[in-house]
């Protein structure tokens, strides 16, 4: 297999310089053009960046910024643009003949975007036939970070056991915000208790994700969720306390098999952003810990830990992922990554 | 009437020194003895105390520290001694005729300890009643941080639309390990899942606060509680996300309502350490926040926001409250306030 | 004496909301008008406001929010304008008769603008009398936070022993960058090393406050200052590293007992923001610290502690204080308060 | 050359950790044995270390525990004892033929133990000569972390251009403490302003490092330092602000080209712990910052930036490095490398 030039659209942004991190080296992949809104015109991304963590790479450093207007080479672009602004600019692109795999949340629910977690629900990958009909391009979502995160620790309960009810409440990072994002003054020393429209995307999103493709649409899983959202001074890894209601009868040692035994299609093939195991189940009982358990598996597994009955919903667990990484970028990513095994592009 | 001596157990600890401070002007209080392990056996309290906030005050400064063996001149001890130790130390303090308000878990669950929120349930304290019978003195117990702030924001649900389940997930402050607590290499950067013992004192204190007094015993209220207990980079105050299902219909206005409007006996007898109002509604979507609604009626009050509908249990709030006024020292203070205005002093 | 009306400029950010904070009970000072940048024209201060901490003040609440360019009734106007913009709007308001008292940057090195720290150099107050030469009002300016913590610091070294070089490490706090100010990105778990503008800012005002007036002009001290700015993960309060090279020979008693009982002019005409001794020395040797010392005189004592010999510059110490009280509103309310006393209103 | 056995003394502590893990691949030592106080006797590694960071190496997991007054079969062995209690047992087991590399402060200013930085003063090692006629083993130790960021700092500006005077405050990570070492209730939103015994060690040790090596001992260095030690909320990483007088005239240029090409022993050798360059210079600035810098060069860089001139001292810059790598736990590594590679192993 030859290697795909690629684009990130919102390079410039907390999680456009994930993508160009994780593409750095990335084996199907290569990073040929940069794109950010118009005020950068003609300078080189490595110029315009506030890069925030570590090192700019070297096969960023020098390209030369390009405008959202301008029209692009690469088949493939990585969309980090802001939510409100991204869809119909994924969409002209798409029209255009882009294969797009954006992160931004606008098309996330668009009934011919299919929103996938690529160990959950691979097959919602044919939605983008629908888009085939009228263009040349398409659009691929994934789930907003909480979601993907909590998809990905209820897919196997949903197999085995079966799952009506689900309650969470989530502890985010910094990083979920942006950059600048939280102003230090209002997270220090404190808890904010609401993220504006996360606990809507986490309530909608995850029937979609774990809905069923048929007659070539999707219907949504009758799973009903509560999200209640809140920030945390961390600063990347969200840690996610879950209740869950169980259709049929398991113990602590049944749950914790059927997590720790989860795989899906991108491990049977091994495509390259898939970690080994997408969950990891600690016993130990004080992780999972966003600080220690945020790099597992490249930011790629999540870590479930904590598993006991629940008196109300019948049982509850923590979960916490990298939310930039296996919640952002990584997740285009392996996206694009299963598309391509797929002969989607 | 006249000025009760106290004493505080346990002074030098956390909740001893918070102990200490409220009762620096208390005025139906006089601090006379400071109580503590032997080792600081002759020491003066100012000596022997590692002062965590502020100044020491002037009163506390010079008493002389007197060990757990020592006879005590105080009708009234305060009890901050750690859980574990503190109930059989209690016991033999009431057996000697002292009557004891403690803080400690030992003795919250015992038939014949009331455990009292003065607002919630101040007639459980008639249960001393049952302790007089074989000695002088009486215990008298509060709750655990996490379940008197929960227990503040659900009476006025339970009395007004009925109760039957209740799913928490608390993000608790580092005050509320005492000191030294929690390490800071363990905390930076970081949520902590798992707090020893904490949930299982939510799940059962709720149902003992809640329960109802007949024939000189508890019975519990059958309301199922669930509590995923976890610790977060902040110095002072508890924040509890609630998820509710209510017996009876009600709207959001209905539920504001409810919560603005609640008062108990400490307001009606207007007792020294009583807020205003047990209970404040913030209607701003980024209330209550730790840093900001900690202090709210002198550390007494505690405040609930984001007051909306939950897909799963049917209703979902937050609230958050001080852990070592309302949640411990103040619990403690405001019961024996509760208990003189009884004449049980 | 009556009570004068007051304004405050920038009354919605970060300063300016300390000055509305610190004005709401002032004895001598009764806010009337809160202005800001223009957008916000017809909307009350409640409103316009996102208020960082606490509770809004209620004499405040209902003010309606004036534009720059109104007209405005004070005579006396607290400026927490921006710096950049800050300097031609101030002395256009002095020649529209207003006095001036800001926190601002822009004039504070202009030769005909004293730079007060009522306690160290009061008698530069006279200054004005050059502005009024050619003008109704005039503009008296505060320093800068790290500036005027040092300059109360140095002051009772200069009186008793002579210093002529002082080199200093200052760790700063998130509340003197403004609101949103630092990203939580940046700072937490990090240290920034550099303030824009800071350390300039420092080594060239302490001269100023320390120079002499003669001859209707201020002549710098010759003490050279180096200056180090950094920024620390901490709400409030800077804490300064200080080494200096006495003239005079002293021990450490001499040292503490020159801080300890240094008094200045406001303490000797009780002026109501004054607190009763300006510097605190603490002896123990984990002191001062930002939180536990900000507060001290109600934000407006610095505490030195850890005075000791050094083995470069002779000694050296550390010194806390209330970026945002003594550092800024609370010294232009100072300033204003000594010239009422002084008959310059 | 064949890979020499290890033992770690104080194994399970945070710097007994660091060893472990920089061990973990190492291509010159294993690890045989891991070494603590006798309460663990029997325990396997796994068993009984709380882990701080990521997850126990593989191969010291099932080491087997060993105590203190077993005997020990590794030639070289790296000391992570508590200061106080680790002179004597580093001394005894010289006596039986050990070649001890140290991390604790108990032997750095013994006449007969080279404190070596291995840049710095790589021909101190030759101490180890005189402790080899009265026993067959010797003790190398390494400074303190400050000291050993500070002495890299310093050595190429002594080459250049002679340092008479040096003024330092550093802003200390958290890891320094060891664990638990700090409580988080101390530093949170605070900075501490004083660590026990730190300015001491790097006034005495600075001196030492760059003292010289004539007539079978050690002439310290004349340069005067002044050091002010303070504790900030970083994890890890400390940050020093240097003051200095050169006694030769050079530019900002001169300095950092000085800086930059910084290179030794280790470099020239190879070693498997020498970073490619010691010293990183950057000329953003807001750099350097611990979070961003401290893993430079494996942990093994140090970071300089703000390089620039200082109005009392001449010369100010700030660099920054990793306080348990290069300050610590490499250090000894380094030095245990150099001193393979020199013969004397």
Redesign the interface.
């Known amino acids: 297999m030859t290697t795909a030039n690629v684009a990130v659209l919102g390079a410039t942004g907390?999680v456009g310089q994930r993508f160009v991190r994780l593409l750095q080296d990335h084996p199907w992949f290569r990073l040929t053009e940069v794109v950010a809104s118009g005020r950068h015109a003609g300078e080189t991304y490595g110029d315009a960046v506030h890069w925030?963590?570590?090192t700019i790479p070297a096969n960023a450093q020098d390209l030369p910024l390009r405008a959202l207007e301008d029209d692009l080479d690469a088949d493939v672009c990585f969309s980090a643009l802001p939510g409100g602004s991204a869809g119909p600019i994924e969409r002209a692109l798409a029209d255009r003949g882009h294969n797009v795999f954006t992160n931004a949340r606008d098309l996330r629910l668009a009934a011919d975007v299919p929103l996938v977690v690529p160990e959950v629900n691979p097959e919602h990958l044919a939605l983008v036939e629908l888009q085939r009909r009228t263009r040349d391009g398409f659009v691929v979502a994934n789930g907003n970070c909480t979601a993907i995160i909590l998809a990905l620790a209820l897919k196997p309960l949903v197999d085995d056991f079966g799952v009506d009810?689900?309650?969470v409440?989530s502890?985010q990072a910094?990083?979920g915000a942006g950059?600048?994002?939280?102003?230090?003054?209002?997270?220090?020393?404190?808890?904010?208790?609401?993220i504006e429209g996360e606990e809507e995307k986490v309530?909608t999103e995850i029937p979609k994700i774990l809905g069923e493709l048929a007659g070539g649409a999707v219907a949504p899983s009758r799973l009903?969720?509560?999200a209640?959202c809140?920030r945390?001074?961390?600063?990347e890894g969200h840690?996610v306390?879950v209740?869950v209601h169980l259709q049929e009868r398991a113990s602590i040692d049944d749950l914790c098999a059927t997590f720790a035994s989860f795989s899906g299609k991108p491990q049977r093939l091994r495509l390259p952003s898939a970690p080994g195991r997408p969950i990891l189940v600690r016993r130990e009982?004080?992780?999972?810990?966003?600080?220690?358990d945020r790099?597992a598996g490249g930011g790629m597994s999540v870590t479930v830990?904590?598993v006991r009955e629940?008196?109300?919903?019948g049982w509850?667990f923590?979960v916490t992922g990298s939310n930039t990484i296996r919640g952002a970028a990584g997740a285009s990513i392996l996206n694009a990554e299963l598309a391509i095994a797929d002969g989607l592009l």
Chains 1, 2, 3, 4 share one sequence.
């Not at 945390?232 to 600063?235: A, N, S, Y």
């Not at 009982?285 to 220690?292: L, T, V």
């Open positions: 907390a925030i963590e570590g009810r689900c309650s409440v502890l910094l990083s950059y600048p994002g939280v102003s230090s003054i209002d997270i220090t020393d404190n808890v904010l208790p609401f309530e009903a969720v509560s209640t809140t945390v001074p961390v600063l840690t306390a209740s009982n004080d992780r999972p810990q966003p600080r220690k790099d830990g904590r629940d008196p109300v919903l509850k923590l």
